[in-house]
Every structure is written in structure tokens, then in C-alpha cells.
């Protein structure tokens, strides 16, 4: 009757090969894309393994800051809530 000792010593053999075979796996597949990803600026996507370019709003709609939306964004008193009660804060009509 062969020893025991063979079976468990190929047994840990193979789970320890199969163990640094998957680290490997991880490491080329996710860890080296996602590291060279952020060092560019990009964001890493894990769920989709890839690597996007973050773009900007106005890269999309094409749409400039005007300087009449600079103005009025700067003063507090130019933006009031319009469905605000008189009388009542706005903090009070559910606005922060």
C-alpha cells in the first residue's frame, strides 16, 4: 500500500502551482492595466477591463461657461428658488 505522503505532498504541489498560476492571471489582467490606466489620468473600469479617457461636459455638449452664467452663479442674491414661499427660507421650502 503506497504512503499517504505522496498524495498530499503533489496534492499541496498542485494547489500551490494553481494558486500562483491565478495571482499570475490577476496581476497581467488587472493590476498591471489598472495601474498603467491611473498613471495616465484615466479611469480603470474593473467590471470592463478597460481604461476611459474622463471627458469633460462641455467636450460633450459643446456648451461654454458665458460670462452672464459666471456672474449670476457669484452672487447668492441672483439665484432664489422659484418655488419658494414668501416669507419662508429657503432652507424651510426644502432647499438646501
Known sequence: MPSNFNTFKYAFLGTVLLLA?????????YAVPQKKCEAAGDWWSFRYRECAHPM???DITGRHKTATA???????????APNTVSGASASAAGHP
Open 21 to 29: 498560476t491565478a495571482l499570475a492571471a490577476y496581476q497581467f489582467l
Open 56 to 58: 469633460r461636459l462641455v
Open 70 to 80: 459666471a456672474s449670476s452663479s457669484a452672487s447668492p442674491a441672483a439665484a432664489v
